[in-house]
DNA sequence: AAATGATCATGA
DNA sequence: TCATGATCATTT
């Protein structure tokens, strides 16, 4: 078994490849990728979602886009205790701290990124050796209504504040299922953004997250199916 | 123990 | 520098 050439043609395809890892350990898909496995994730924290990018045919780099641009869909990892309980928050895209007047929540970077997601859920207790942590089935994910409705008031409140000027006062404890945190290399990067008097100002970079709360109950509800 | 704020690696 | 892939580690 090897990891495809090409990206799936279809999200049927993308599925099927999904079946064929699922249950398989990362030493395991590591091992047949070719790939090293790090001892810890301490220095490759991004290590698993590339090995998965890899083992799916996801367009690999940084671009600011789905991971299957041509399906419309995001892949994530998802990183679960035993209970199937979200170890970590999920990140979903930089916020644009210069957002050009008039933005939307139909036409915003995070509607984007949510409107189709592949969860790729895989065991994430430390005391797990990382070659030893397997992957779950994936799950596909569009937001119910209500979870849109929910995602758009988030972001709508947390937008708001970053156009008028105040995101030096947004904290992470804003936001029921969407909150903003930083997101950079380290404290001193820093990227423009507006002051209260529409000002430039200098401020360090942020993202947007899903709280862990709102991941389980993507998870919960797909068991429930 | 959970959540927040900080950080690591990489590519364009 | 921005954006991707995220987890780490200090604070609460």
Known sequence: MHPPTSPPSCAAQLLDRCQQIAGLSLGELAAMAGIAVPATL???????????????????????????????????????????????????????????????????????????VLWLPLEGDRRIPVAERRVANAIMWSPTKAQDAQLCADWEELTEMIVLGQVEQITARQGQALHVRPKAANGSVLTDALGPEGERIRTRPRGFYLRKTFTRQILLNAFAQ
């Open 42 to 116: 301490q220095r490759h924290k991004g290590w698993q979602g590339q090995l998965l990018e890899l083992w799916l045919g996801a367009s690999a780099g940084s671009k600011p886009q789905q991971d299957f641009p041509d399906l419309g869909i995001e892949l994530k990892t998802l990183p679960i205790d035993a209970n199937w309980q979200p170890l970590e928050t999920t990140y979903v895209c930089y916020a644009p701290l210069m957002a050009p007047p008039g933005i939307t929540w139909q036409r915003s970077n995070v509607r984007n990124k949510l409107g189709q």
